[in-house]
Every structure is written in structure tokens, then in C-alpha cells.
């Protein structure tokens, strides 16, 4: 496909044409590697989110440096399959149809004789839908909920990562990759004020779908995680979404401008630099990947909402309606750490958000930083010492999820110093936690992960 | 505002207008209530969602027969209050807030002289924020979270009802309301199956917000909860959405349209004997309103997900991909619950979701339901009777909401006869539940429910 003709199929497109979008199995990603992902940054108001097309394949994953969807599904696995030809066929499949479902497609060809009305939906699907109707049973699930139908592409990505449990497993070499655990895959140490549950931390395999559209997120997901019956069970899975106005700095649930100071994904130097791994002689395969840290971080609203605007923007070390930092009035004014009112005072105080995370503040370190609000309703809680109350609390807050070249210079230190110190750790709760290896892209054939397996 | 032009401010605009959209009172919704809220129906690719305003006064509350919005946020509130005093104040704030937020704008002015940035957030809305100006303390919060500055109105309508609660609590007449406690107001009976989690069931007053943005919807209710400080506090909150190709019936997390045999919000004489409450001598202050149904619907996607589709089409009795009734080739063709196949059998399943439902099996009666799916993420689960299993499920599935002019001749008959009957029921957990009587709309300078109080 041409550069400047983005692909646009979209799953209704894809149902009537039978497939014939994504049927040239080669053409499935071959082009796409260089599709242009800054389509929806481009010109965000001319086109339909519901048509944006990712791409799939290419030298790195996709949902690391693509432009933020407006919603996430993540979820991570364990493996409970002793086989390593089991986990090698699992990243196959998921290859596969990841493949299909960033295209707008069904994880699989729908059976082509189900009923009047699936046929209808496959007609002239001969080529794709081959195998299906060569076999005519219908005994089996189909390989898609079909929830989606007739949705686009929505600009789905789907990430893949291995946790450390993929190496090693209490104790076990399971798979044989013991070996070639990346060193940059550490285990998370315990930072201060961590209230880490078990269910919501840690796992083997990660899936981060991305979408301009909650279901189609969540889709993706669900298809995968039924691939993975009697190999990986899931662990965890969490929806998450972004509003903001289009163009700009979203604003996460605090009313705050997120993601203000990330390194420009638009500047390959700087994504080298702070995002992609390098090639290390302890995992050469993890080259033009990343390492991806996510945080369930719980945020208590209620308190946060009663306190004073001129006290919120002290916490961030920002503006609240204007994102500028403290003394300065534009969102992209530099932090200017140095600044001293005329008392000799910080202007951007010692123990403020923006101050302790800042670059300057940790050796030159950055991270991408993608993360996304997420809303799972109200809790009720007892706490049965001071203050002894029982409320009705909303369970919601930041699916912080932040991409790095090695994580021992970016998001541990960085945190390290947050959790002790930033002020901001009165409102927030660490509840989940989990750190992957992201391997690179995957080359149309091949499979996520191949390297790892496979040198 | 003219009809052929709908209004379109933004938080935006209106931040930098200084809420001169909003600022001329009686403006706000006096030429809104014959607003076209089939904005979004009309002509759904051209219209940017962020920019639809649905009008917040009228003869009814919006979002009832509102073309369905892609996110909702409902929930309920427990009144704590012993004066039927603070009631009114909180009803007439709720209002007057409500009517701020469907055009986009703040709850409240936002203080004029927070800071640098706060203040050119303002800027020269002398009119709408004079009583701040001329009370320069900051020592307060700003009356609104501010997260969803710089988003447009998004189609936002908030809907406001009265539960049993309101009328007598644990046996005693807090407000004097006793007596005008509408007879359709019933506390709903346990059904079949029913397993109801005490803190997502019931409540005194309800909001339900609905938007094109996921955080609007939010926004709007942590607001309004707010507001309640001190005399009514969250019971429990619910975000839901809705993803399907605009202008065809959505499809839910199971994989099938959802709402095909709703009776048609196009035609008023249907919404007249269906859904909006006609004057009865013990509650003539609910002329107008509805009563609204809201249960949250667990579904077992796991278990759904293997199962074969022509099962699945049984137990709709519907076709999964086209939505045609079983037999039939189009979704609208009409559900014939007489036909039979060659042997003498219902061609639509006897215990078929359709069948169950239908009109014609509920002596006459429809709802009109108006639900969304939920997805919370995943819990992790121990059943220590058999199957004796441990796993990580899907917490989602349908908040079902439904309105309808008498739950006795709705709600009630209909779910008793699904509640025992439906197939679908192996799949599904009803986990919460709460009926309120919605009342009518309010006129500018009046508030919701101000017959009930008033008259």
C-alpha cells in the first residue's frame, strides 16, 4: 500500500468483500511496516478514528512510539504449559491474528457455513476461508466472539511481552531460555509505599491493546486470551482509556496535563536513545525492543477534589488549567529547576511531581511514559482504624504504563525517588505492578518473539 | 439558538469566551429544549461527537429517548440528611449544574484569580464569575475537577430519579414525602437466580450520565456527587459503553445486537404508551417522567465464548451475525413466534431470550431499554465447591437499563418470565439492581423534581 493512501478496510468492509482485504497473506503487513502511524496525529479532525489502520509488522511493535489511542486493554498471562513447543506455537497464533485484527478482520475466518447469515457475512471468502470450508463442522466455537462486527480497524495495536516468568519459574528453567533473561528484565524491587495485590501484579506474557474504541480493545484481548486455553491462563486484565482534546496534552483524572515533558516520539534519535534496547551480548534479541513497566495506580479522588487549586499545582509543580510550569505561562515552557522566588525558595518546590521527575532530577534519565485512566465503579470499604469510616469509594485512577531501553537507569530510580518523596503520594496507591521484556517487531512470516526461540 | 443551527460550544470556547456561552442565565436552556437531539441520528459521520449538545430543560429528561450516547456513568446515592430543606438545595444545585455541563461548561465559574493560568482561563467572564471575582479568597477547591477542560459538550445529558428510599426510609417519612410515593414505584421482588451484591443495589437518587466521551460522563457525576457533601454520599458508581457501527443496532459483549425490538424513540405515540408516566391521582407530580430499571448483568464470556454459534443462536433465537430473527434473513424482519419447522417445533426456540421477551409473550407490554456494557477489568475467583476451580474471569458485561411508562406491566412481568425461563440465564448474573421513579424535565429557573416537592 502507498504511503500516502493509508490503508482504510474497515471490519464491515471486510465482512462484504469476503475477507479479499486481508486475504494476499504476504500483503498483510509487507507494506505496512511503513505505513505512516502519524496519520492520526496528522490531521486528527479529517479523519474517522473507526478507520484508522496500524501497522502491524515491522522492525518495532506497534503501541510504544504510535500516536495514543483513545482507549487500552492490558492483560497479562501465566504459562502453564511445560512445553516450550507450546509457547512457540502460542506466539505463532497470536502473530497471526494480530495480524487479522489490526487489519479490521476477525482473529480467524468465520466458518463459512454456519447459517444463512455467517454465510452471508463470508460470501466469496473462497480464498481465506479455505480451510473452514473444506471442513465443514460446525461443532466447534468460531474464532471470534464477533462483538466487533462492522467496527473499523479503529487503529488497533497489539504489544506483546515476556515477564520474568518466562525465564524462570519458581526456580525452573521450564523452557530452556533461562540463559537468555535479558539482565535488563530485573524484578521490580519493593518501592516505598507499595500496596501491591497479587491478583493485579506480575505475569508471564503481556497483551497491551490499544483502539480508538473500547470494545474493539477489549476484543483484541478476549481472542487472544481464548487462543491461549490449556497453554496460559490470564492473570490480570485491565480496560483503561484517554480523553483529552485532540492535538493536545490529554488530562489525566487529577484535571493535570499528562505526559507534557515525554521525549518526542517523532525524534528517532530520541526514542534511540531513551526507548529502543540496544543490542546487549546478554539478549541480542532484544534489539529495537523495549521494557515496559506497568502500574495499577489507584488515585483517591474524593480527597484529591477537596483540596485547593494553588495546593494541587504546589503537588505537580504546574499549572493546573494551563499545564505551564509554576511561574511560567505556556504548557512547554522549560522546567526551570533553579528558579528561586525572592526569598530564595524554590519556585518549583523540593518535593513537587514535576521536580523529582524531571530528567535533571535523575541523571539525564527518561521514559515514554503511555499511560491511561482507568474506571472500575465504586468499592465499599471499612477501615476499622483511624478514622474508622466505611464509604463508598471510586475505583479509579492511572494504568501507568512507561516504556524504557533499560529499566535499571529509567523507571526504578525515578520512581525510587517519587515513592519516597513526591507529595503526590498522599492522593496515590500502588496497587498492581509488572514489568516485561517487549521484543521487537515481528517480520511478515515470522512471529513475536522469534529472535528469543530461535538464535 | 436556532434549530437548523445547533449550538456547538466547547469547554474550549467556552474557557476562552469566558463562559459568555453560558453566562446569559435564562439562555441556557430556554431555546435548548426544542434542540434537535437527532443531531447525532441524522448525520452521524458528519458531525463531530465531541461538538453535539443535547438540551438539559424540557418537557422530559434527556437521555431517555436521547439517541444512546458511546459512554455512560450511573449511579446512586444514599441521602444521609434528616431536612427535607437540604434535599430541595441539592436537587436545585444538581440542576443548575446539570445545565452548565450539557453545554460543556464548568459545574461552577472557575475562581477568577487562582493563578496565572486560572485567570487566563477566565479572562474577561465578568458576567459569570462575579461573585468569585468579588471574593478573592482561594482557600477553597475549585468547584470542578477540571479534568475534561478543552473537550466539547459531547452529547452530554444527565438524568436524575428518585428511589424508594426518598419517600420512606426504614420505616420512617424523613422527608414528608411518604404520601406521594408513586404506587408504580415498587420495591422490585427477588428474581430467580437473583444474586445481588448489597453495595451495587438500590439507592435514594439516581444520576445517570451519558456522553461521546468516556471521561465526560464521569466528570459529570463526581461533580454532582460532590455537591452532596454532607447530605447524601455514593452508594455506588458504574461506567458503561457502547461500540457499534453508528446508525446500526450495537452489539453487545456477547457478540449480538442489542435492542433490534425496542420500540422506536422516533415515533411519540409509542414513547406515550410505553415509556413516559401518565398523571395518576397518587403521583401526578410524575407526568412526563419514567421509571428506570438498572441492573448490572454479569456475563460468563469465558464460558460463552465455547459455545457454538448455533447455540448461541438458539438461545437468542436470533442469527448471530445478520441479527434476522432464526429463520428469517433480515434483522427488522418481524420475530414470528408462530412459525414451525418441519417436524411440528418452534423455529424460535421456546426458551429463547427473543421469545421470552417479546411483546407478544408479556400481554402487550415493551421497555425501552437503553443498556451498556460494562468491563471492570478481571477478578480472581475461588470456588471451593465443585468445580473446586481457581481463576482469573472477566468482570463484565450488560448494565441494563430499562424505562418504561409502569414497572408493574415492564420490568417486573417480562424478567419474572426471563428470570425462570431464559436460556441465556446459564450465562448471565443479575449482581445489582435499583428501580427509581425519573421525573419530568425541569424549566429553566425550576429544578427536578420540584412537582414532587412543590405541589
Known amino acids: 500500500m502507498a504511503k500516502d493512501q493509508p490503508p482504510r478496510p474497515s471490519r464491515r468492509g471486510f465482512l462484504k468483500a469476503g475477507g479479499a482485504a486481508v486475504a494476499a497473506g ?15 496525529r496528522a490531521a486528527p479532525h479529517s479523519v474517522d478514528p473507526q478507520l484508522v489502520v496500524e501497522p502491524f509488522y515491522g522492525t518495532h511493535q506497534s503501541g510504544i512510539v504510535t500516536p495514543q489511542q483513545t482507549h487500552t486493554y492490558v492483560a497479562a498471562l501465566d504459562l502453564t504449559t511445560t512445553r516450550r513447543e507450546d509457547v512457540i506455537a502460542l506466539l505463532r497464533a497470536w502473530t497471526e491474528a494480530s495480524a487479522r485484527l489490526t487489519q479490521g478482520a476477525t482473529a480467524a475466518p468465520l466458518p463459512a457455513n454456519t447459517t444463512n447469515s455467517a454465510s452471508s457475512a463470508t460470501t466469496a471468502s473462497s480464498t481465506d476461508n479455505a480451510g473452514d470450508a473444506a471442513n465443514p463442522t460446525t461443532s ?23 515477564g520474568p516468568g518466562l525465564f524462570t519459574h519458581e526456580g525452573k528453567d521450564r523452557y530452556g531460555l ?9 524484578d521490580l524491587p519493593r518501592f516505598n509505599g507499595d500496596q501491591l495485590i497479587a491478583e493485579k501484579t506480575g505475569g508471564d506474557l503481556f497483551i497491551q491493546a490499544c483502539a480508538n474504541d473500547q470494545q474493539v480493545a477489549f476484543h483484541a484481548v478476549r481472542q487472544l486470551s481464548r487462543m491461549a486455553y490449556g497453554v496460559a491462563t490470564m492473570r490480570w486484565g485491565q480496560s483503561g482509556f484517554l480523553s483529552g482534546p485532540r492535538g493536545q496534552t490529554p488530562r489525566n483524572l487529577m484535571g493535570f496535563k499528562d505526559g507534557t515533558n515525554n521525549p518526542s516520539t517523532t525524534q528517532p534519535q530520541l526514542m534511540n536513545e531513551f526507548v529502543w534496547a540496544k543490542a546487549s551480548p546478554d539478549a541480542p534479541w532484544m534489539e529495537g525492543g523495549t521494557y515496559t513497566v506497568v502500574r495499577r495506580i489507584r488515585i483517591t479522588l474524593e480527597h484529591w477534589d477537596n483540596t485547593e487549586v494553588d495546593f494541587q499545582e504546589q503537588v505537580f509543580g504546574r499549572h493546573k488549567y494551563s499545564g505551564a510550569p509554576i511561574g511560567k505561562q505556556h504548557e512547554f515552557d522549560a522546567v526551570d529547576l533553579k528558579e528561586e522566588d525572592k526569598d530564595g525558595n524554590p519556585v518549583i518546590p523540593e518535593n513537587s511531581h514535576v521536580r523529582l521527575s524531571n530528567q535533571a532530577s535523575n541523571n539525564g534519565a527518561q521514559i515514554l511514559r503511555r499511560s491511561y485512566s482507568y474506571n472500575d465503579g465504586t468499592n465499599f470499604y471499612i477501615e476499622r482504624w483511624p478514622p474508622w469510616r466505611q464509604e463508598t469509594e471510586y475505583d479509579a485512577g492511572l494504568i501507568f504504563i512507561a516504556h524504557q531501553g533499560d529499566p535499571r537507569t529509567g523507571f526504578i530510580p525515578i520512581n525510587d525517588r517519587l515513592a519516597k518523596f513526591d507529595m503526590m503520594n498522599q492522593f496515590t496507591t500502588h496497587v498492581g505492578s509488572a514489568i516485561f521484556a517487549v521484543p521487537p517487531g515481528a517480520k511478515p512470516g515470522s512471529y513475536i518473539g522469534a529472535g528469543l526461540f530461535e538464535t
Open 178 to 186: 533461562a540463559s537468555r533473561r535479558p539482565a535488563a528484565l530485573v
Open 140 to 162: 466447534k466455537p468460531a474464532p471470534d466472539s464477533g462483538d466487533v462486527l462492522g467496527l473499523g480497524p479503529c487503529g488497533l495495536t497489539i504489544t506483546f511481552g515476556f
Open 26 to 40: 504476504a500483503s498483510l503487513g509487507a507494506g505496512l511496516a511503513a505505513s505512516p502511524s502519524a496519520l492520526a
